[in-house]
């Protein structure tokens, strides 16, 4: 059983400890994704549809809205995986040619080499986050943003798509698709039609089916599968002490089961798990 040992939640993004040893479902995020093997066994991700490596010498880069997903192999030990979801705007308030980081095409490959010094830092990191007593709001997102900037300046394209004043998030994509998006995710919990979406943005059923799979690279569910995953963090983080009951029931679902199920198979961790290792580092 796959285990959240660490959560930091704040304005970055999340950051989290994770000890995977189960695979799970093909999902996306709306933030920039980095995976790097804290320890355990070598593993793998699938990303763009081919399978890579983590290891120690490797990193997984996975662009905003990139579908991705954990190929855990079967008969193999569990992996404790540093994984990062950092925030755009985070990022675009501290540099503003990172704003670019929201679009699905920022970092360039991957599957990427860890030089010596990220892998130093990297630990640095993990270090901190397995200690008793980690460090401030401060200087966790400057440990964060350090290790960050020396994986982007290495491998991403961001200067390139500043100067080209490059659009972020979905604001290239097809307009449809853009409407489509749109109503996906102020879409009320438990109330999402997929057949109205697509009327409404003038497409037969098939169409926009296909149409917004071959733009964006996720199926429609899985974008409001997303929306969903990240209210969840959301109310994760502000309620610590919150009833699951109420969330699985302000998130549509019909018993805390079924959202049990659904927020395991997207990270690995039960909800009450992820709730009682979670810090705030919000402002």
């Known amino acids: 059983m796959s285990n959240a040992c660490r959560i930091f939640h704040g304005g970055f993004g999340r950051i989290a400890l994770l000890d995977m040893d189960e695979p799970l479902v093909p999902h996306a995020h709306s933030e920039c994704h980095v995976l790097i093997k804290a320890t355990g066994e070598n593993t793998y991700f699938s990303v763009r549809g081919c399978r890579f490596p983590l ?34 705007r985070w990022l675009a308030a501290l540099q503003t040619d990172l704003s670019t980081s929201a679009r699905p095409d920022f970092f360039s490959q991957p599957c990427v080499e860890l030089t010596p010094r990220m892998r130093r830092m990297a630990d640095i990191l993990i270090g901190e986050m397995l200690g008793f007593a980690p460090k401030t709001r401060d200087e966790m997102e400057s440990l964060l943003f350090d290790l960050l900037i020396s994986i982007v300046e290495k491998h991403s394209d961001w200067h390139h798509l500043a100067r080209l004043r490059a659009g972020t998030g979905g604001d290239f994509y097809d307009a449809r698709v853009r409407r489509a998006t749109e109503l996906i995710l102020q879409a009320p919990p438990g109330d999402l039609d997929l057949d109205a979406v697509a009327r409404q943005c003038g497409l037969s059923r098939g169409h926009f089916f296909s ?37 699985s029931l302000a998130l549509g679902f019909s018993e805390q089961g079924h959202f049990t199920r659904f927020f395991r198979r997207h990270i690995g961790a039960a909800p009450s798990q992820y709730q009682r290792v979670m810090d705030d580092y919000s402002p």
């Open 211 to 247: 149409l917004f799979k071959k733009t964006t690279g996720m199926t429609p569910q899985m974008l409001a599968n997303m929306r969903c995953m990240q209210s969840a963090f959301d109310w994760l983080a502000s309620n610590s002490q919150g009833s699951l009951g109420e969330l």
């Open 55 to 88: 290891t120690d010498e490797t990193a997984i880069l996975v662009n905003a809205w990139e579908p991705h997903f954990y190929d855990h192999q079967t008969g193999v030990s569990e992996s404790l995986i540093l994984a990062l979801y950092i925030e755009p």
